[in-house]
T-cell receptor, first 113, second 113 residues
Framework: KNEVEQSPQNLTAQEGEFITINCSYS?????LHWLQQHPGGGIVSLFM???GKKKHGRLIATINIQEKHSSLHITASHPRDSAVYIC???????????????FGKGTKLSVKP | KAGVTQTPRYLIKTRGQQVTLSCSPI?????VSWYQQTPGQGLQFLFE???????NKGNFPGRFSGRQFSNSRSEMNVSTLELGDSALYLC????????????FGPGTRLTVT
């Protein structure tokens, strides 16, 4: 069964701290999506990566294919980064019984000023 | 480019009623996926439509159904509502499916009383 495990479940940080959220996945996943969900519900796609590293502003996502592990880093965290961060495994095929995203449980991040 | 829109944003229904939710994808996107999000279960996949065909279905009862029109707009329907159907319903559009970057709508918050 394809699974995505995320840690930690909850994270509280002080403004300015470096934050890391981890995601481990099983076989059958071709790419890893990092999503951000603010209170109120809307979800924004932050990254989709299948190898290496991507950076966008203060956010960095890395993936290690051999270890089936991905991390999301936030540098110089700010209270506006407070949100739920979700990793999701993308399928190897379009459609079919395994052709959908598989979600982690999410990490609730709270950054205090 | 306009984002994914969902209507209505909020809905209150009574047990036993039925409800129809609508999702308009980003222009050019042919895949629309629907998800249910509850505090206890997190994000769960309902179904995916691609070019007016249901391509994949999650583990939900037959009371949950959907369709996609020729302009890629999609609707989902829940019949005989139960209290447990109270949730945030999100749709996501993409070019061709879950292997591509996903663009989420703001969601419809359904409350069943």
């Amino acid at each position: 069964k394809n699974e995505v495990e995320q840690s930690p479940q909850n994270l509280t940080a002080q403004e300015g701290e470096f934050i890391t959220i981890n995601c481990s996945y099983s076989v059958g996943i071709s790419a890893l999506h990092w999503l951000q969900q603010h209170p109120g519900g809307g979800i924004v796609s932050l990254f989709m990566l299948s190898s290496g590293k991507k950076k966008h502003g203060r956010l960095i996502a890395t993936i290690n294919i051999q270890e089936k592990h991905s991390s999301l880093h936030i540098t110089a965290s700010h209270p506006r980064d407070s949100a739920v961060y979700i990793c999701a495994g993308g399928p190897t095929n379009y459609g079919g019984s395994q052709g959908n995203l598989i979600f982690g449980k999410g990490t609730k991040l709270s950054v205090k000023p | 480019k306009a984002g994914v829109t969902q209507t209505p944003r909020y809905l209150i229904k009574t047990r036993g009623q039925q409800v129809t939710l609508s999702c308009s994808p980003i222009s050019g996107h042919r895949s629309v996926s629907w998800y249910q999000q509850t505090p206890g279960q997190g994000l769960q996949f309902l179904f995916e439509y691609f070019s007016e065909t249901q391509r994949n279905k999650g583990n939900f009862p037959g009371r949950f159904s959907g369709r996609q029109f020729s302009n890629s707009r999609s609707e989902m329907n829940v019949s005989t509502l139960e209290l447990g159907d109270s949730a945030l319903y999100l749709c996501a559009s993409s070019l061709a499916g879950a292997r591509d970057e996903q663009y989420f709508g703001p969601g419809t918050r359904l409350t069943v009383t």
